[in-house]
């Protein structure tokens, strides 16, 4: 029987604020662990992949904190929030001023998570579906919470992000210290100290940077 996401979502989420974004409600689950193992065990038949969009990851957490203490950074802007997941990105990019926001996650269930949550905030934007990754420039701004965990993505993702750069866009990463991470490619902006789920995470707190890619001169 198909699962139909949006009854999942309310009947597995409480409405939380993230520790680190209080100004900001979404749909989380309160008891990690215990959705990740109960998605685990009925994966194959609900068909639902592993909920990413219910929880608030360091990288973007630290990523919707600086953009709310620095809404100049997108404000009346275009903007992409990559691999979107909840939507909480996106939802700290309207809040600080975005002419245009699109979250785009190749998970279906996000496009749910993130049109609840954007409920919850009071804001609207676009979600896609599709792969963008390698796609030409489309916004000002491309916003990347927690995207370097995997070898393999990364390496994908980094022609992508300086081919963005090249064109003109500035691109945003929220980091926890992922072993991909190449930090050596770009600038830091800020860094907070983010409250984490453990049953996540190898600790109770992230050192979280939110970086901008590329070398800044001047």
Not at 33 to 43: A, V, Y
Not at 138 to 148: E, K, N, S, T
């Amino acid at each position: 029987m198909k699962t139909d996401p949006e009854s999942f979502i309310r009947a597995n989420t409480d409405v939380l604020a993230p520790p680190h974004v209080p100004e900001i409600r979404l749909h989380l689950a309160g008891e990690a662990h215990e959705l990740w193992l109960k998605t685990e065990e009925e994966l194959e038949r609900i068909g639902l992949p592993p909920p990413f969009w219910a929880f608030a990851w360091a990288g973007g957490q630290g990523l919707a904190r600086y953009l709310l203490d620095h809404p100049e950074t997108v404000r009346g802007r275009r903007v992409i929030d990559f691999a979107s997941g909840s939507g909480l990105v996106a939802i700290a990019a309207k809040l600080a001023g975005a002419d245009e926001v699109v979250a785009a996650d190749i998970d279906p269930w996000s496009e749910t998570a993130a049109r609840l949550n954007a409920g919850l905030n009071g804001v609207s934007f676009a979600f896609t579906g599709d792969d963008i990754v390698g796609s030409e420039r489309a916004a000002d701004v491309y916003l990347a919470g927690d995207v370097f965990y995997d070898k393999s993505f990364a390496d994908l993702l980094l022609p992508w992000f300086e081919a963005l750069e090249r064109a003109g866009a500035v691109v945003l990463v929220g980091d926890p210290g992922r072993a991909y991470c190449p930090r050596g490619r770009m600038t830091d902006l800020a860094t907070y100290e983010v409250p984490v789920t453990r049953a996540l995470e190898d600790s109770e707190v992230k050192r979280t940077t939110v970086w901008r890619f590329g070398t800044l001169t001047g």
